[in-house]
Nanobody, 118 residues
Framework: QVQLVESGGGLVQAGGSLRLSCAASPSIFSRNTMGWYRQAPGKQRENVARITSSGSTNYADSVKGRFTISRDSAKNTVYLRMNSLKPEDTAVYYC????????????WGQGTQVTVSS
């Protein structure tokens, strides 16, 4: 069964940090580039970070230098460390395998809410 389960969100003050986790089915995780997406109220979902199976990373300009994506193959888990959080980072965060043009490859999980207060 294909599955993506995100966790680790919460309420944090501006300047704070959070670490998100995403447990993926082995069939999703093993060969794919994995990524984190977010969707803020009234906005389209966007890809903010991705990591290839070999560990190469790519970030959206809005999070570069503040967010770090990593993956643990033994646990089929991808992480997103978020530092120096800003109110504009408030969104529901989702993970997925990433395809061409940063499009998601599988159905979405439930996501995890991140709220940054000013």
């Amino acid at each position: 069964q294909v599955q993506l389960v995100e966790s680790g969100g919460g309420l944090v003050q501006a300047g704070g940090s959070l670490r998100l986790s995403c447990a993926a089915s082995p069939s999703i995780f093993s060969r794919n580039t994995m990524g984190w997406y977010r969707q803020a109220p009234g906005k389209q979902r966007e890809n903010v970070a991705r990591i290839t199976s070999s560990g190469s990373t790519n970030y959206a300009d809005s999070v570069k230098g503040r967010f770090t994506i990593s993956r643990d193959s033994a646990k089929n888990t991808v992480y997103l460390r978020m530092n120096s959080l800003k109110p504009e980072d408030t969104a529901v965060y989702y993970c997925n395998a990433v395809g061409v043009y940063a499009l998601p490859l599988y159905s979405w999980g439930q996501g995890t809410q991140v709220t940054v207060s000013s």
